[in-house]
Each structure stands twice: as structure tokens, then as C-alpha cells.
């Protein structure tokens, strides 16, 4: 038997255990407020619910009732409704990735406008994270006084302010808050659609529909290197490359004001008819849809009921171990990704061309094709992040961002513009080959699901302002960096020494958590360091003997096909 159906084998065990302990309580499933219960802990109690067949019963009469006056949504299909929601929603990705590029091409020409020094210009170019902090630290309050959808229209809004700010902009006293703007709507977008997304989907699809949120960001990088390319020739391009960044949050805002409210949110704020309204429109009450809307129902409850003050909350990422793994690993993967070098790459690009001796105009065409590769190869994550797990997408594909990073590297070493200019598009593209589907979506994927229930929305707010920071402190101080380390030792000493050290640690404390049900995550994590080695460790022996098996009988079955070839 091996680990993972020792994992199994044990989660069963646990599974029927509380079964069992559930069954003695001749009450209600519904937590009771006694002073036995106080003295659990709110995960305790989490843990312990048990969806009865009474309470799927009282639930089918209230969604009965209102059967007739609420209509099936737009498409009829939940499926439908849910999957258009889903791409809508994830819009605000693609506004995410037009935001971070769009100053990749505006630099080749803002600087003969507005005189910039070092320092200036890594502010204007990382402006975006910074101010993404805390634009990510306020959508914890928006997102709990006005909703997910709420926290969508205000990203916007800010967005807007601080596109019109940049393209109207004549002095860096201007420009600078414009951007600074720009990211606090960027950061809100970021920390509210993955879990608006999050909260809306089925387990099953809801690593994949996450997952769309990163391919709209790739997308969304191509999209600015097209806008600035389109720009390219016309006299004040740089104003419209930065403001064209309000058609495209026009464009979500609109949307949001017509998308339903998270079904849990308004379970939380005590709108049970609203919330049941909204479910029917997006997954129904069929089979499994019905038993997991009453689990949510009873989990609101319950964390209505037990909820503890922030600070108390924010301790249980120190104090609670399996809450302090998962912390460690949400927050460390997300440092792993940002100080891969792909904030640098994607807004320098431009900048990187140009000094390889290309024409700004070419650089930004130049930049498009990497940007291309990096999109289609990030299509695939929707599929294989739930085919073929977090896990092995990630660390499959680190390799060969290592690869692409020693490529970039060493093209600066090359001799003449040509060989320089090849090396450099050949080392991008394959970067951004292997860095697309695995250490792109597998991060925000892990970080939606990793938390315990009552704890989730602090966790993924603190592995955003982490994407940020990272995001922010590389591009800003990558002149700096490129001044005394030179090129090379940035991309293949920095970068790509912080990508292998991380691969290794991946390898060793990264779990898999495709398919699992958040108990299942909890028990994952509730193991100790070691002990998630070791089973790592078994679960990559048996894969590989898998392998070798698998090829063994490939080879059998040709050296047989081949002497009956001889036969005949």
C-alpha cells in the first residue's frame, strides 16, 4: 500500500469516526450555544458538522417556495451561468496583466517628456505593486462591509481615478500617485476576484476556474504589449498606452454591477433568501450541489456564532500547526514566484531590448512575442491543474524556468546585436514557456484552498500583499541590481538561484491537494514537517516505479511486435 492510500485508508478511518460521534447526539446538527461548546475551538466545531438528511430536507422546502418566482438565471443552466460568471469575473486578471506591461513600452517614450532619475523611474515602473499593498489590505474591510461584488466596483473605480490621473499627468508629482492609485485598485481586484471566484464554484471545477484568473492575467500582458504597440506612432503614445487602462476597468465595472453576490457572503450577513436565490441561479440543488450549499449554511453558522476577534485570528497563524504550515507554504510559494524574476521581465522588457541595440518601436513589437508564448502556455494549467495535480504541474516546469532564466542571462554575453537580441528572445520565450502553467496558476490555486474555512480570507489577503511586495522590490530594484551585479548575475545568480532553492523546498514540503475536501487539507497539514517529507518522498519512489514500469512494458510490447515482424 502506498502513502497515498495510507492517506486515504486514515482519512476514512477519521471520516467515520466523527460519523460515529456525530450520530450519538440525538440534537440537531446545528452547533449549540453552550458552554461546552464555548470552550471548543471554532474549528473543532467546523470540523465536526455533518450534513443530515433533515437539513437537506428543510433546505428543499425554502428553495420549493421560491422555485417558481426565481428564474433559472440568463443561460437556464447553472453550469452555463456559473462558467460566464466565472470568465467575466476574471476579466479583472486580464486588467491586471494590461497594468503591469503597459509601462513596459510607455518608458521608451514617457522619459523624453518627464525627466526621470534612477529612482524616479523605479518608482513610476513599480508604482503599481506598491500601491497594490494596501489596496490589498483595504479589500479585507471592503470585501467584509460591502461584498465580493462591491470590492470588484470600488478596484475599478480606483483604477479609473489613477488611469486618467497617468495619462493626464505633466510632472512626477502627478504620475507617481496616478500609479499609486492604479495598484491600490489592482491589489483590491486581486485579493476580491480569485475568492469571489472561489466561493461561487464546485471542488471539483474550482481549481480550473481559478485557474482562468491567471490565464486572463497572461492575456492581460499580451493585451498591453499590443495596446502599446498600436500607440506606438502616435505623438503623446505614453499618454494613451497608461490611460487605456480605463476602458478596460469600464468594461469590468459594468459587468459587476450585474454579477449575483457571493452566495457565502450573504449567508454571513443573515440574507438566507437572498443567498438561496442566488445558488439556484449558479449551481442548483442537484446531488451534491444540495449537500454542499446546507455545509456552507451550517459553516457560516457556526463562525456567526464562534467567530473570534481579528488579532485572535491573525495568532492562529503562529499558534495553530497545521494553520502555521499552510501559512508557510502559501506565503513562501508566493516568494518563490515573485522573486523568479518575472515582475523584472515583464515590465523591463522594453527597456532590456532597447539596450541590446533595438529601435523602441521594435522593442515592443519584440515583447509581444514572448508575452504570446506566455499566454497560450498558461491555457493549459485550466485543464491540468485538477488532471494532474498542483503538485507535479509545478514542479514538472520549475526545471525550465531555471533553463530560460540561464539562457537571459548569458545573452548579454553574446557579441553582436543579432546573436544578443536571439539569445534573449530564445531565453524569454522559454521562461515564459515552463513558467506559464505551473509557478503562474499553481500559486494563487494553493492559496485559495489551502486555509481552513474561518481563516482563508487572512491568509490569501497575506499571500497577495506577499505577490506585491515581491512584485514591487524586484522591479524596483532591479537598475540597482543590474548597476552592480550586471545582468547575468541578476537572471542566473539571483533569480535563478532563489527559483532551484525553492524547487528543492517544494519538492520536499510541498503536498498534493487536488480533489481534497477541506478536512482532508486540515489533516494534510496537521502533519509534521517530516513527516509530509517522507510521504512525499514514498509517493516520488512509487512514481517513479510507475514510470519505469510503464516504459518497461512499452519496450516489451515493441521488442514483441518486432519479432513477429521477423516471424512474418
Same mark, same amino acid.
Given at each position: ?8 485508508? &486514515? ?9 460515529? +460521534? ?7 446538527? @446545528? ?6 461548546? !464555548?470552550?471548543? #475551538? ?5 470540523? $465536526?458538522?455533518?450534513?443530515? +438528511? ?20 440568463? =443561460?437556464?443552466?447553472?453550469?452555463? @451561468? ?9 476579466? *479583472?486578471?486580464?486588467?491586471? *496583466? ?5 509601462? #513596459? ?15 524616479? +523611474? ?11 499593498? /494596501? ?7 471592503? $470585501? !467584509? ?48 476576484? /480569485? ?6 464554484? /464546485? ?15 497572461v492575456f492581460g500582458l499580451l493585451g498591453g504589449y499590443v ?63 444540495? &449537500?454542499? =450549499? ?26 495553530? /500547526? ?12 508566493? =516568494?518563490?514566484? &515573485? ?14 531590448? !532597447? ?15 514572448? +508575452? ?45 546585436? #543579432? ?12 521562461? @515564459? ?37 515581491? $512584485?514591487?522590490?524586484?522591479? @524596483? ?9 550586471? %545582468? ?8 535563478? *538561484? ?21 478536512? &482532508? ?14 510521504? $512525499? ?5 512509487? %512514481? ?17 511486435v518486432g519479432a513477429v515482424s521477423q516471424t512474418v
Amino acid at each position: 500500500m502506498n502513502s497515498s492510500q495510507l492517506l486515504g485508508e &486514515e482519512m476514512k478511518a477519521d471520516e467515520t469516526a466523527s460519523n460515529m +460521534e456525530s450520530g450519538r447526539n440525538t440534537e440537531k446538527d @446545528y452547533p449549540a450555544a453552550n458552554k461546552e461548546d !464555548e470552550s471548543q #475551538s471554532l474549528e473543532t466545531l467546523l470540523d $465536526n458538522i455533518v450534513v443530515s +438528511e433533515e437539513d437537506k430536507l428543510e433546505v428543499q422546502e425554502d428553495v420549493n417556495k421560491i422555485q417558481e418566482a426565481v428564474p433559472m438565471g440568463a =443561460f437556464g443552466n447553472p453550469k452555463f @451561468y456559473l462558467h460566464f460568471l466565472a470568465v467575466y469575473a476574471s476579466f *479583472g486578471g486580464f486588467l491586471y *496583466g494590461v497594468d503591469q506591461t503597459l509601462v #513596459s513600452g510607455a518608458l521608451l517614450y514617457l522619459l523624453k517628456d518627464i525627466k526621470l532619475d534612477i529612482g524616479q +523611474e523605479s518608482l513610476i515602473t513599480s508604482g503599481v505593486s506598491l500601491g497594490g499593498i /494596501p489596496g490589498a489590505l483595504a479589500a479585507i474591510l471592503v $470585501n !467584509e462591509a460591502l461584498g465580493r461584488r462591491g470590492g470588484i466596483i470600488i478596484a475599478c473605480l480606483l483604477d479609473t481615478t489613477g488611469a486618467i490621473m497617468c495619462a493626464a499627468a505633466r510632472s512626477y508629482g502627478v504620475l507617481l500617485p496616478g500609479r499609486l492609485i492604479l495598484g491600490a485598485g489592482i491589489g483590491m481586484e486581486a485579493m476580491t476576484v /480569485p475568492t469571489y471566484i472561489a466561493e461561487c464554484s /464546485p471542488k471539483q471545477r474550482r481549481g480550473g476556474l481559478v485557474s482562468l484568473y491567471q490565464v486572463m492575467i497572461v492575456f492581460g500582458l499580451l493585451g498591453g504589449y499590443v495596446v502599446d504597440a498600436i500607440f506606438t506612432n502616435v505623438d503623446g503614445s505614453w499618454r494613451y498606452m497608461l490611460g487605456s487602462s480605463l476602458v478596460f476597468s469600464t468594461i469590468l465595472m459594468i459587468g459587476a454591477i450585474f454579477f449575483p453576490e457571493s452566495p457565502r457572503w450573504l449567508m454571513k450577513k443573515g440574507r438566507y433568501q437572498r443567498a438561496l436565490r442566488v445558488w439556484r441561479k449558479l449551481r442548483g440543488f442537484q446531488g451534491d450541489e444540495m &449537500e454542499e =450549499f446546507v455545509r456552507m449554511k451550517k459553516v457560516v453558522e457556526t463562525e456567526t456564532q464562534f467567530s473570534k476577534p481579528f488579532l485572535m485570528v491573525m495568532l492562529d497563524f503562529l499558534r495553530v /500547526p497545521h494553520c502555521r504550515r499552510a501559512f508557510e507554504l502559501g506565503v513562501g510559494i508566493m =516568494f518563490i514566484q &515573485e522573486f523568479s524574476g518575472v515582475a523584472t521581465i515583464n515590465y523591463y522588457t522594453g527597456t532590456l531590448f !532597447e539596450k541590446l541595440g533595438m529601435s523602441p518601436s521594435h522593442s515592443v513589437y519584440m515583447g509581444m512575442i514572448g +508575452e504570446g508564448v506566455f499566454f497560450f502556455a498558461t491555457i493549459p494549467a485550466i485543464y491540468l491543474n485538477d488532471k494532474i495535480g498542483r503538485r507535479w504541474l509545478l514542479l514538472s516546469t520549475m526545471p525550465g524556468v531555471i533553463l530560460g532564466l540561464i539562457i537571459t542571462g548569458f545573452s548579454f554575453y553574446a557579441s553582436d546585436k #543579432s546573436s544578443k537580441v536571439g539569445l534573449y528572445t530564445w531565453g524569454v520565450v522559454t521562461y @515564459y514557456l515552463f513558467w506559464g502553467p505551473g509557478m503562474g496558476p499553481v500559486p494563487w490555486t494553493l492559496n485559495s484552498e489551502i486555509y481552513p474555512t474561518y481563516i482563508r480570507t487572512y491568509g490569501v489577503a497575506s499571500c497577495t500583499i506577499m505577490n506585491f511586495f515581491g $512584485n514591487w522590490l524586484t522591479s @524596483y530594484e532591479f537598475l540597482r541590481m543590474e548597476r552592480h551585479m550586471t %545582468d547575468p548575475g541578476v537572471f542566473i545568480g539571483f533569480y535563478g *538561484g532563489i527559483v532551484f532553492l525553492g524547487w528543492i523546498y517544494l519538492i520536499i514540503f510541498m503536498p498534493e491537494t487536488k480533489n481534497l475536501t477541506l478536512e &482532508e487539507i486540515k489533516k494534510t497539514f496537521s502533519l509534521t514537517h517530516m513527516q509530509i517529507a517522507k510521504r $512525499n518522498w514514498q509517493k516520488a519512489v512509487n %512514481d517513479w516505479q510507475s514510470i519505469k514500469a510503464y516504459f518497461g512494458r512499452q519496450r516489451s510490447h515493441s521488442q514483441n511486435v518486432g519479432a513477429v515482424s521477423q516471424t512474418v
